[in-house]
Nanobody, 118 residues
């Protein structure tokens, strides 16, 4: 069993920055993908950014150039640096972890609220 513990969410003004962190209680595979999804009320959950243990990254078009995903594999931790935040970024952000070799082995964090508002 793996638990994903998130931190860093909160309230920020437009143009501000936040850094989200997500630590897995243990590694599930040496080859895996960790990432961030978000879901706003009335909208589907969408992928924000992801990064494989090998260093490959992917970003949603809406956040390219503003958000940066990074990992510390030794700590089983993934980060999301969010800059130039916009009200449209307001959502619950969820950490996700899956094995690249066995994708059915996957876990979700509890979600952390990010609110961008004046």
């Amino acid at each position: 069993q793996v638990q994903l513990v998130e931190s860093g969410g909160g309230l920020v003004q437009p143009g501000g920055s936040l850094r989200l962190s997500c630590a897995a209680s243990r590694s599930i595979s040496s080859i895996n993908v960790m990432g961030w999804y978000r879901q706003a009320p009335g909208k589907q959950r969408e992928l924000v950014a992801e990064m494989s243990s090998g260093g490959s990254t992917g970003y949603a078009e809406a956040v390219k150039g503003r958000f940066t995903i990074s990992r510390d594999n030794a700590k089983n931790t993934v980060y999301l640096q969010m800059n130039s935040l916009k009200p449209e970024d307001t959502a619950v952000y969820y950490c996700h972890l899956r094995s690249a070799l066995m994708p059915t082995l996957a876990y979700w964090g509890q979600g952390t609220q990010v609110t961008v508002s004046s």
